[in-house]
């Protein structure tokens, strides 16, 4: 079953090479001087994109110069870096609506990350729409934080959570999912693509099941932004997620993207300073959209950085960047399958940037020690997705995510790492 | 810098590959289990006590080569032991994995794990069995999990 899944994938996306070297890898390599170093005695290759993405110069700059030039509040002062500060801060907001395709700038929050987007849909969907009995679905592949959300709102107020099955090469099994949807279903949540698998799950039509019930889809983009473009309006879902952090910006920050009736249905997620339109004991009444959503001085300085990594991967372009990340994928694939014991979990049609694996005999904990050592950067455990590790019936894998900065000789150098643990303890 | 063959020493791959007393004890007087969700290592320890003594003792379960031949080597230490010797001995254990102690004082083929403590990230690994084995001791039903015991291990990380 496996090899065969493997040799389809490997069939289907032979690397066209000419397009790749269309893209100059080493230029780009030097907007990343975290990149230009050793690790153990050996230069870096950093494989750990999924959990968290370097970040170009460029993005260091701006945030740099925010606190060196223009730092003060927003939305508050009369005064001149005030002023500057709230106009950078709005800028990056426009920059966002853009990048997602948002009609609207107001349809644009900025939060901490995926994260917390996904606890205030939660919460506030949970707290207006959700009655005991109504149905939440997700998928067997989400990450942790689009599961316990809904498990609280289980717990707390009785909802029914419905999790979508998966088949063996990690791809949602459609009959099964849209048997899911029906006249209780209030809701559905899912991953753009996979931290663990790398599947790109099939949003437009996830979407339109959904809206014949009427359902909102809401969207954790964590992984997708920095690998795909995103076309809200054309995806047409209602809630769409993505952090900062994994999208080559600072950390600490992320945005949500919701359509505006549905923004305005909601009650606030958090009280404080610039929520609010006015306040007295006895009543208080909200700011309007997105400010109603954002409590509290917000980390300025890592949005700004935002806004210049959405400038640098716009510059780059989702296009050549995908071509050139998807002959990797294909290439990293093919590469570490040669290896006799591995196997790769996560063998989806359609795919994004993430190879996970497991190897006989040796535990993911100790391949990653001994890549390390080798100057290999990857990432082992449950990946937040114990579910998921249950369904594929292992304690963890190894996983090496890929960015656009990666090369085929750092792929070379994950595979003759991948050996010397097999030597060392196989 | 550290070195993996300071890590991965002959003993430890032995054991790793070839646990000893990897099995259930059916009369057990005491069970515990132990739990790394970072990694996903489980284990559960089996005793048998004899008064204060540690008559037998045994695990089952999955886990990376430290934790498996960290569990395997306990299993094979402990084994006649009475419980104030196994609880010093953990004690003196901890300190040499955090870094507080020193080789080869009265440890035996523990000492072999002296090299963990230049990974701070594996220290867990190698201390499951042994919070476990605090557990059945004290006779505290709920499994041990690596995240919320040691505050120690959580420096060290």
Same mark, same amino acid.
């Given at each position: 079953?496996?090899?065969?899944?493997?040799?389809?994938?490997?069939?289907?996306?032979?690397?066209?090479?000419?397009?790749?070297?269309?893209?100059?890898?080493?230029?780009?390599?030097?907007?990343?001087?975290?990149?230009?170093?050793?690790?153990?005695?050996?230069?870096?290759?950093?494989?750990?994109?999924?959990?968290?993405?370097?970040?170009?110069?460029?993005?260091?700059?701006?945030?740099?110069?925010?606190? #060196? /030039? @223009?730092?003060?509040? =927003?939305?508050?002062? &009369?005064?001149?870096?005030?002023?500057?500060?709230?106009?950078?801060? !709005? +800028?990056?907001?426009?920059?966002?609506?853009?990048?997602?395709?948002?009609?609207?700038?107001?349809?644009?929050?900025f939060l901490r990350g995926t994260t917390e987007a996904l606890n205030l849909v939660a919460n506030t969907f949970g707290r207006k729409?959700?009655?005991?009995?109504?149905?939440?679905?997700?998928?067997?592949?989400?990450?942790?934080?689009?599961?316990?959300?809904?498990?609280? #709102? /289980? @717990?707390?107020?009785? =909802?029914?959570?419905? &999790?979508?099955?998966?088949?063996?090469?990690?791809?949602?099994?459609? !009959? +099964?999912?849209?048997?899911?949807?029906?006249?209780?279903?209030?809701?559905?949540?899912?991953?753009?693509?996979?931290?663990?698998l790398g599947t790109i799950n099939p949003l437009k039509r996830i979407a339109q099941a959904a809206h014949v019930w009427n359902i909102p889809v809401l969207v954790d983009g964590a992984q997708a932004a920095p690998h795909l473009p995103v076309d809200v309006q054309d995806l047409d879902c209602d809630f769409y997620t993505f952090s900062s952090h994994k999208i080559f910006g600072p950390t600490g920050v992320g945005a949500l993207y919701g359509r505006t009736r549905w923004l305005e249905a909601l009650p606030?997620?958090?009280?404080?300073?610039?929520?609010?339109?006015?306040?007295?004991?006895?009543?208080?009444?909200?700011?309007?959209?997105?400010?109603k959503f954002e409590a509290g001085t917000p980390n300025i300085g890592a949005t700004i950085g935002l806004g210049a990594a959405i400038d640098?991967?716009?510059?780059?372009?989702?296009?050549?960047?995908?071509?050139?990340?998807?002959?990797?994928?294909?290439?990293?694939?093919?590469?570490?399958?040669?290896?006799?014991?591995?196997?790769?979990?996560?063998?989806?049609?359609?795919?994004?940037?993430?190879?996970?694996?497991?190897?006989?005999?040796?535990?993911?904990?100790?391949?990653?020690?001994i890549l390390d050592h080798e100057g290999v950067a990857i990432r082992t455990g449950h990946h937040c997705a114990e579910p998921l590790m249950h369904r594929f019936g292992v304690p963890a894998t190894a996983r090496a995510s890929l960015a656009f900065y990666n090369t085929r000789d750092e792929i070379e150098r994950l595979v003759a790492a991948v050996k010397k643990a097999k030597e060392l303890l196989g | 810098m550290a070195d993996l063959s300071g890590l991965y020493q002959e003993v430890i791959l032995d054991h790793s590959k070839r646990p000893r007393n990897f099995r259930v004890i059916d009369d057990a007087t005491a069970r515990a289990e132990g739990y790394n969700p970072l990694c996903g290592d489980r284990l559960t320890l089996y005793l048998r006590l004899e008064g204060d003594r540690i008559s037998d003792i045994a695990f089952k379960g999955s886990g990376c080569a430290i934790s498996t031949a960290s569990a395997s080597i306990l299993t094979e230490t402990l084994k006649g032991k009475t419980r104030a010797e196994a609880e010093k001995l953990f004690q003196t254990f901890h300190d040499l994995l955090t870094g507080h102690g020193s080789a080869g004082t009265?440890?035996?083929?523990?000492?072999?794990?002296?090299?963990?403590?230049?990974?701070?990230?594996?220290?867990?690994?190698?201390?499951?069995?042994?919070?476990?084995?605090?557990?059945?001791?004290?006779?505290?039903?709920?499994?041990?999990?690596?995240?919320?015991?040691?505050?120690?291990?959580?420096?060290?990380?």
């Open positions: 079953m496996a090899t065969a899944v493997t040799q389809e994938v490997l069939g289907r996306v032979e690397p066209p090479v000419r397009d790749a070297q269309a893209f100059d890898v080493e230029r780009v390599r030097r907007d990343f001087p975290i990149l230009q170093q050793q690790v153990h005695g050996k230069p870096l290759v950093y494989l750990d994109n999924a959990a968290t993405s370097q970040k170009p110069l460029a993005v260091i700059d701006a945030e740099r110069d925010f606190y #060196l /030039r @223009d730092c003060a509040n =927003i939305h508050r002062g &009369v005064h001149e870096l005030s002023e500057r500060a709230t106009h950078q801060y !709005e +800028e990056v907001r426009r920059k966002v609506q853009r990048l997602l395709n948002a009609r609207e700038a107001h349809e644009i929050v729409v959700l009655k005991p009995g109504d149905e939440v679905v997700i998928t067997a592949m989400e990450h942790h934080s689009n599961i316990v959300p809904w498990q609280i #709102l /289980r @717990d707390e107020n009785g =909802i029914v959570l419905k &999790v979508a099955p998966i088949n063996d090469a990690g791809e949602l099994i459609w !009959e +099964e999912y849209e048997k899911l949807l029906g006249p209780r279903t209030r809701l559905v949540a899912v991953a753009h693509v996979s931290n663990v606030p997620y958090q009280g404080g300073g610039d929520m609010i339109r006015s306040v007295s004991f006895e009543k208080t009444i909200y700011n309007a959209l997105p400010y640098y991967v716009t510059a780059l372009g989702y296009e050549s960047m995908g071509r050139y990340e998807h002959d990797l994928l294909a290439y990293g694939t093919k590469r570490l399958t040669e290896i006799p014991g591995l196997r790769i979990i996560g063998m989806a049609h359609e795919k994004a940037s993430v190879i996970s694996f497991v190897m006989e005999g040796i535990h993911p904990h100790d391949i990653g020690t | 009265n440890l035996g083929k523990l000492a072999v794990f002296s090299g963990v403590s230049e990974f701070p990230a594996r220290v867990k690994c190698a201390t499951l069995s042994w919070h476990t084995l605090k557990s059945a001791l004290t006779g505290d039903a709920a499994p041990v999990t690596t995240e919320s015991q040691d505050p120690e291990d959580q420096a060290a990380r």
